[in-house]
């Protein structure tokens, strides 16, 4: 149950092979000399295209900036804006590789708790009322999925306007969701042009793949691309092509809607096994997007082990549940075991939820 | 006549989309999740194979990491092997793309001029005796096309062995040497692994492929490898199957004869119309290796305009040909232009050296 691997087995490696061929074949001249630090055009058109009619963000392509994910996309937006050791809220619990390209920029990250409408803007206030950024993850909580309130976005877009900060929306996993209605993209809600969004096509396409994207405030987008361009000139060219075919001709559209069933389905599996097996070890309520569910433990499991003795356990015996009080940059914690379920097999779902529950009993 | 511009008409496209197809038809697991933040391995082996064969670089492919050409190289030696603010010695004249990832990497670039046997090691000292480390373009300087002695590079290793100090050799333009014996890579005569050595892909293939590599020393690639992973995880794996295959099946090889005659050819056309129009407007002399020859200006011609206005006057008539003053960080400057031949057909060189001197004289 390994969090973030996409079912890969599905993805048209023959359509990608394909139009990556068909790219190469006889390549124009911005494909192999370099087609600027921002990207490919066609790519930058189609994913702006996208974000608009997917997500209601309000952008053009001149704000679109391929990066090769959301590492980069992080850093680069860190290094435009911020000054030498500013201080940026970041969720906790939350994604642990934030803190080092913080840290490596020479940033503060400010661990802030998340409530149950989202980062908590009043303890991020009293923790570090002077913060110029924060990085949040609206769409889908990582890791525990929860969708930030209408009410917390607007506060967080006016302590934005009113602190000359910046927030940086990770809009990550935001195109699995299976029933209900999306909120848009906190970008979108945006009057005061301080929001910076970030994707990545790594649980859409492939992890390999390595391509992400920013969009760009409309009046900072020139200077952030020259700031891309010091950092590492221009974003390979080999994937590009492929991936604005991809988009243009309906691949992209066509493949999350086939995933978005087979993980709805594979979700629903995990849920009736987790019913069966897991009863009094474990609560696990269904989430309407993600790829992964959260198990809390239950105070009779959490009387014989913690989460991460859990984990080990289940490693143990072959199964990757990861521990969230690992995402916790510090106390308190919570504990579950987090079960990504996107890249599971239905065919194996409930017999790993019957090992799992042997690891939890014993 | 631009810089760094390979001809890229007669690269093998047809034989590179075959390998890029061939590798993503039914890509492998490592293709498609990650083969770790130090690139795909059998790129790794290719690389380090050739390394030992044409430039008696010492290393296994174990110190090979992949990355996304020389910035990243750079900023991920930085990063890895120096503190905050320290002081690292850059050649003057040399490649003004190096000043900005290292102050962006908060380190302090002091340019050190650079005689007829390279880096200064006595200015070095003068200058900063304290620095950590240095940037040297030892087989072929950028773009002066001084090969560094091999009693410089001796004097260096042992200044690095002593303070403990970096050498930090980018071996630019080693693929292309016309004649004589070229001095093997500075790193091969590194007994004390201090030298990091880095290479780029742009000229030999395409500039838009944006993949480079580095060797670490062997006690610290694998610390190297973590804080590469910090940086963006590890390289998109699209093109590495491609190139590893275009190495371990003779492409590369071939490909290097191939354009290596086509250039030395460009090189004698180029030198020919030189000593026909250019005669007393520029001294432009042979070079063994690279892409560029360096057209000195006379005194005559000097006392009429400096090599900035000579290069506007060319660009003016349609005719690239970057200054040599623009290389230099600091006073004194020397003037020349630079003339890129590699990416321009035989057919045209004479026409444009004629065009080039009417802009000298006029």
């Known amino acids: 149950f390994a969090l973030g691997t996409p079912e890969i087995e599905r993805f048209p490696f023959d359509v990608w092979t394909r139009l990556l061929a068909r790219a190469w074949r006889r390549p124009s001249v911005d494909l192999w000399r370099s087609d600027g630090p921002a990207g490919h055009r066609p790519l930058r058109v189609a994913i702006a295209d996208y974000l608009r009619a997917a997500r209601a963000v309000d952008c053009t392509s001149d704000q679109i900036i391929v990066t090769s ?38 940033q503060v990250p400010v661990p802030v708790p998340v409530d149950d409408q989202g980062l908590s803007l009043n303890e991020g206030l009293r923790r570090a009322p002077d913060a110029r950024m924060a990085i949040v993850t609206p769409s889908h909580h990582y890791p525990l999925g929860t969708v930030m309130s ?111 069933r087979l993980y709805a389905a594979r979700q629903a599996c995990l849920l009736a096994a987790a019913r069966e097996h897991l009863n009094g070890l474990c609560q696990v309520a269904p989430d309407e997007a993600g790829l992964h569910l959260v198990a ?27 521990a969230l009080s690992r995402f916790y940059l510090e106390p308190p914690v919570k504990q579950a075991l987090l079960l990504g379920y996107a890249g599971v097999p239905e065919e194996i779902i409930p017999s790993a939820v019957r090992r799992l529950a042997q690891c939890l009993t014993a």
Chains 1, 2 share one sequence.
Not at 97 to 106: E, M, N, R, T, Y
Not at 202 to 220: C, E, H, I, N, W
Request: proline share 5%; glycine share 6%.
């Open 150 to 260: 209408l009410s917390r976005r607007l506060a967080l877009l006016d302590w934005a306007k009113d602190s000359k900060a910046w927030l940086l929306e990770d809009d990550y996993d935001s195109e699995y969701r299976y029933s209900g209605r999306p909120l848009s993209a906190m970008q979108g809600l945006d009057r005061s042009a301080r929001v910076i969004y970030i994707g990545s096509f790594s649980k859409v396409l492939f992890p390999a793949l390595r391509m992400g994207y920013l969009v760009a405030p409309a009046d900072l987008a020139e200077k952030m691309i020259r700031i891309r361009a010091t950092m590492d000139e221009h974003p390979s060219t080999t994937a590009q092509p492929a991936l604005a075919a991809f988009f243009a001709e309906g691949h992209f559209a066509a493949h999350i809607r086939r995933m978005r």
């Open 296 to 322: 809390w433990l239950t105070d009779s499991c959490l009387a014989r082990m913690d989460d991460q003795a859990a984990a080990r356990r289940a490693a143990g015996a072959g199964i990757v549940a990861p």
């Open 69 to 106: 994910g959301a590492q980069q996309s992080i850093s680069l937006a860190v290094n435009a804006l911020l000054d030498p050791a500013e201080k940026v809220w970041i969720e906790n619990p939350g994604y642990t590789g934030l803190q080092g390209p913080l840290i490596a920029a020479g």
